[in-house]
Structure formats: C-alpha cells, structure tokens
C-alpha cells in the first residue's frame, strides 16, 4: 500500500493524532513513523467508546489498532522519562503492550536540557519564543558542540552514559547558561537530584531498553502499511521566516522524502491537516489574533492544549486560507516523488456550520463552504478533502459523502 504522509498545516494542534488514529483504522499491519520533534508533541486520539489518549512519542494510532508499531527516526528527539511513563500509561487501556523500534542515532533529551530549556523561556519575558519547555532545542544545540552529544544507543551502556551526563553537568550546563545570561542558576541544578541522571542510572535505562528495540534502519518495518505521523506544523519548521518562534525542527516533507528513500519507495499520499480556525500554543506570529475567541466561536473545547507556565494559554485567530495554502504549495516544491495531496479539515463542529476566513485578495469574510474554498486555493478536486466533525474517527466525513455541496459560497465583506 502507498504511504501516508499526515503533515499539521499551520502552528501545530490542527489534529494530527485524530488523522493518524483514522488511517491506522483502516489498514492491516500500520507502523506509524515519527520523523520531527520529540516529547513535546501532544498528539490526542480518542476511540468511539471514550477512551482518550494524549500521545507524545508513541504513534497516535495505536488506540485504532493495537496491532500497529511505532518506529522513531533518527530525525525523532527521545526523552526516555516521559517515554516510559507514557508506554505504561498505556498498558491498562490496549490489550498488548506498545511495540516500538527507535533508531539508535536519534538524538537523547536528558533533564539538564529541560531545565535549561524552561529556565531561558522564563528569563526571556516578553521576549519568549514559545517554546513549550521539554527540551527540543536545547538538545539539538547541545549535540551541535559535538563534545557532549547523547543519542539512544547510549541507553544500551548506562555506566558509560552516567559518565557523560557528569562532564554535561559538570562543563556544559554552566558553559550554556553563562551564554543564555543566567549563571546563578548552576548551584541550584548540582544541589538538585534530576531524575535518572543522577540516581538508579542503570536500572532506569534497562527499563528502557527493555520497552523498545533499538535499530539501525527504517528496514525493519518495510513490510508494513506505513504512516508518517508529523509533528507541530509547517509554520513552525525550523527554517521558517517567523524564526525564533518556531521548533527545532523540519515538520514538512523533507524528513519523510529521506526516509521514502530509504525504503526505495517512490510514491506517497499526503495529508495535510488544519483546524477550521487557526491556534497558536505559545507567542509568536498570529495573523488577526482574536483575543476572545468566544465572540466568534464559543463553541471551542481544547482538552489538550491547557495554560502552562511556558506556553501559557491557547491562542486563536480565524483561518487564513490565502497563508495556508501558501505553506503547503511551498512545502510541495520539494516533493519529487509521484504524490497525491489531501486536506484534512477538523474541529468543524466547533464553528456551527460558518467560518470567519481570509480567502482570496486579502478579503475576510464568512463562509459555509470551507473545503471547496481550499479545493479552489490548492487547484485540488473535493474528493481529496476529508472533513471532521468530531473528536473521534467516527465523526469523519469521507469525501464523496459532500460532493453535492454548492460550490465557492464565500461571502466577501470589506
């Protein structure tokens, strides 16, 4: 079967994890690649019956099909606690335990970039860049010193791993806060007993090792039904012009195209995935920012995205067709596979039938015709366009289901 590829098309939380629990329920034999980001990824998926599941680095589909594995790329950023607390998080609620491979290069989180990380969005202010505190970026700055690098084959040699995070503490930690201008904060972090770097070394990373395979390839998964599984969004890659407010990461199609190749595969579906308003977790760039979303939707419910110190509270803004359809036709100039393109709309029912956009000649208006807006925006027919009206898979509308629909009903106002 051709692989799906499910990309967030805006700043994150578009429904990622509702998209992948939908295809994995369709399909025999689904390995869910994750191939951006890391632990900061708050993926939701839900089941028909209510039982609710807020992924992080285990494939959104698994609730769908127990049966499917999670493979993370050497493109993924683990953090081995919040792994394991989410692997047996889940145990009481599937019927066997997650099956999941991880690359031996994929870059590991340690606790001392998580305080770093949370730390230096605190000191910033009203400068912060959004970051939602779990260490992204302070590990893909830390493995670029190339002296104090961490990767998931370290997990296989505790002692040795120990050893390393003592010259991290010892040499980086206050090398890298002295840099961000916060030194003081070097007394407190060696006083302090963080987690497994500094207690039951050895016995934390055997219980690692022993709920995943570590793998030196993408191969061992080549036989089955594979889903990309994105992270955040394409305005938050990391070379995207609204730099620093972003992740440290690529969330389009780049990463996936490397590992399609080494797979030898030449063909993918693509999905892109976008609410029917636009949000933001944290600060940033928001064009039109509503500042009470209930005025125009006071039907939104996030039981995900909840106020943190770091991110603070979820924002909202009406969606901007003309901005979105821009991302993604730019994030399509690097695919050179054969390819189809289809839009994934959700959180439908949460904007009674009309949506407040921007679509066509820098014009807002209302409309009751979403997807053919998009369709006309993206040049796509409308049996490429998924709609949700839920939280859960059942509430998804397959294509042909709206093909009757009146076409380009925009109302423009001025």
């Known amino acids: 079967m051709i692989p799906q590829i499910v990309l967030g098309a805006n700043l994150g939380d578009e429904g990622k994890g509702l998209t992948v629990d939908y ?43 127990p049966d499917a594995l999670t493979y993370l790329s050497q493109f993924f950023i683990f953090y081995p606690d919040s792994f394991i607390r989410e692997w047996q998080s889940l145990r009481p609620i599937l019927p066997k335990a997650p099956r999941v491979f991880v690359h031996q290069d994929a ?100 219980a690692v090792v022993d709920a995943i395979t570590i793998v030196n390839n993408i191969l061992p998964i080549a036989a089955h039904n ?38 030898a595969i030449e063909k993918a579906e693509i999905f892109y995935v976008t609410r029917a308003y636009l949000t933001r977790h944290g600060r940033g760039p928001l064009p039109e920012e509503i500042p009470n979303h209930q005025l125009i939707y006071p039907g939104i419910v996030d039981l995900t995205n909840i106020h943190n110190p770091h991110q603070e509270t979820l924002r909202f803004a009406p969606l901007n067709v003309d901005l979105t359809a821009a991302e993604i036709k730019q994030d399509l100039k690097q695919v050179n596979i054969k390819h189809s393109v289809n839009l994934m ?44 009206f839920g939280p859960t898979r059942s509430t998804i509308q397959s294509p042909l289901s709206f093909l009757s629909k009146a076409h380009k009903r925009f109302a423009y106002t001025y």
């Open 226 to 263: 594979i889903i990309f599984e994105g992270a955040q969004g394409l305005m938050l890659d990391q070379d995207h012009h609204w730099f620093p407010h972003v992740t440290r990461s690529s969330t389009g199609m780049k990463n996936p195209l490397r590992l399609l190749a080494e797979l």
């Open 23 to 65: 295809l994995t329920s369709l399909k025999e034999h689904p390995a869910i690649v994750r191939f951006n980001g890391g632990g900061q990824a708050g993926h939701t998926g839900e089941t028909p019956e209510g039982v609710r599941h807020v992924f992080s680095q285990i494939g959104s589909g698994v609730l769908a099909n």
């Open 107 to 206: 870059l590991l989180t340690t606790p001392f970039d998580i305080l770093i990380n949370q730390v230096a969005e605190m000191h910033r202010g009203e400068n912060r860049h959004g970051s939602c505190g779990h260490g992204i970026n302070e590990t893909v700055v830390r493995n670029l010193n190339g002296n104090y690098c961490t990767h998931v084959s370290d997990l296989l040699f505790p002692g040795a791993l120990k050893r390393k995070l003592d010259v991290i503490r010892k040499e980086y930690l206050p090398a890298r806060l002295a840099e961000l201008g916060i030194p003081n904060l070097y007394r407190y972090v060696t006083d302090s007993d963080i987690d497994w770097t500094l207690s039951k070394n050895e016995e934390f990373c055997r």
């Open 345 to 388: 709309m959700t959180c439908l029912d949460q904007t009674n039938e009309v949506q407040y956009i921007h679509a066509g000649l820098r014009k807002w208006g209302y409309t009751t015709d979403l997807e053919n807006v998009f369709c006309d925006e993206l040049d796509l027919n409308s049996s490429s366009v998924h709609l949700s």
